[in-house]
């Protein structure tokens, strides 16, 4: 029988690849670690490792090539006991990142389409 189809990697290409995702998480750490509505939470947080994690995780669920090693999104946030408040300024961060590396309106609708579905492992963890 004929094997499966490869996983699409057009995502991670519209991404500019692992340096374009690089500069995405980059300019959304900037913004969240500016943003007084949530930069407390991250106040004991080691910023290179989730620097590391985060490109790790967008990189795979985008179809690159890369395997992500971090914890499972409801352990990772697990007793910060966040509201959708927090998860949407978080994702407004987000946004805007997207937007001062200038990502394709479509590439901006499929990231926040990889995002969204996380919420129910996040909030109210
Ligand atoms: C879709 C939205 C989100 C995604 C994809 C995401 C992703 C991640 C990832 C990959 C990690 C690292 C996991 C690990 O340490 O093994 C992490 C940790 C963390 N996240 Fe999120 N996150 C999201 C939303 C949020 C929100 C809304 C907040 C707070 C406002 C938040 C606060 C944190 C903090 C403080 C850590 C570090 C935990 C620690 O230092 O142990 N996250 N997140």
Do not use: W
């Not at 959304?28 to 407390?40: E, G, K, Y």
């Amino acid at each position: 029988p004929p094997s499966p189809a490869p996983p699409s990697d057009a995502l991670y290409r519209s991404l500019g690849g692992t340096p374009g995702i690089e500069r995405l998480v980059d300019a959304s750490l900037a913004r969240v670690h500016a943003d007084l509505r949530i930069n407390l939470f991250f106040e004991n947080t080691d910023l290179a490792d989730l620097r590391r994690l985060l490109i790790e995780q967008i990189c795979a669920a985008s179809g690159g090539p890369c395997v992500y090693t971090g914890r499972s999104m409801e352990e990772a946030h697990s007793g910060m006991n966040l509201i959708d408040e927090d998860f949407n300024a978080f994702v407004e961060d987000l946004v805007a990142a997207m937007n001062e590396v200038a990502l394709a309106a479509s590439t901006q609708e499929q990231v926040l389409g990889l995002f969204g579905p996380m919420k129910p492992e996040i909030v109210g963890q």
